[in-house]
Antibody, heavy 122, light 109 residues
Framework: QVQLQESGPGLVKPSETLSLTCTVS?????????WGWIRQPPGKGLEWIGS???????YYNPSLKSRVTISVDTSKNQFSLKLSSVTAADTAVYYC???????????????WGKGTTVTVSS | EIVLTQSPATLSLSPGERATLSCRAS??????LAWYQQQPGQAPRLLIY???NRATGIPARFSGSGSETDFTLTISSLEPEDFALYYC???????????FGQGTKLEIK
């Protein structure tokens, strides 16, 4: 059974860098799939942040691209998110998820972590 | 960028009734649309992928239909646990980027 678990600081100061890690269990990241980050500001909808393939190929939301870096550590079966220059608008629940599909067309998120709340405040 | 518009924003129904939720895409996306359910305080759960395929463990009362720009999620007979938020989501052609609809809240009447 595949499980994902987010971890990282729950409080980040404005202008600093938000760093989160997603640990995957029950499945080896090296075996395939894309792995993504999605966030949800309080009382609002879902926003895709970016995704990474096990080989390291990355794709980012154009609206966040200048501030986002996603990386993978296959030895630890983890992938990570860094979001720089954060403001209060980056306060949200951050989810990691596996992106599934076939024929190399990964198109829906079939397994999600429980999410972690990150607040940006001084 | 493809925009997904969900309607209605809020749907008020009673247990046992039939629910019909809509998702409209600003461009033709074929059949590559997914639906998710989100309970308060929980992560989203995949219900439907590729417009009409139920995900593993999803009850048969949930069904999806549609193609190109117009999609529907139907819950045939509402159970108490079905009252939640529902989101549709698509993946763009070319480099994989993803967008979600703004959500429909299904509430008890």
């Amino acid at each position: 059974q595949v499980q994902l678990q987010e971890s990282g600081p729950g409080l980040v100061k404005p202008s600093e860098t938000l760093s989160l890690t997603c640990t995957v269990s029950g499945f080896s990241i090296s075996s395939g799939y894309y792995w993504g980050w999605i966030r949800q500001p309080p009382g609002k909808g879902l926003e895709w942040i970016g995704s990474i393939y096990h080989s390291g190929s990355t794709y980012y939301n154009p609206s966040l691209k200048s501030r986002v870096t996603i990386s993978v550590d296959t030895s630890k079966n983890q992938f990570s998110l860094k979001l720089s220059s954060v403001t209060a608008a980056d306060t949200a629940v951050y989810y990691c998820a596996r992106v599934d599909g076939d024929f190399d067309y990964y198109r829906y998120m079939d397994v999600w972590g429980k999410g972690t709340t990150v607040t940006v405040s001084s | 960028e493809i925009v997904l518009t969900q309607s209605p924003a809020t749907l008020s129904l009673s247990p046992g009734e039939r629910a019909t939720l809509s998702c409209r895409a600003s461009q033709n996306i074929g059949s590559y649309l997914a639906w998710y359910q989100q309970q308060p305080g929980q992560a989203p759960r995949l219900l439907i992928y590729d417009a009409s395929n139920r995900a593993t463990g999803i009850p048969a009362r949930f069904s999806g239909s549609g193609s190109e720009t117009d999609f529907t999620l139907t819950i045939s007979s509402l159970e108490p646990e079905d009252f939640a938020l529902y989101y549709c989501q698509q993946r763009s052609n070319g480099p994989p980027t993803y967008t979600f609809g703004q959500g429909t809240k299904l509430e008890i009447k």
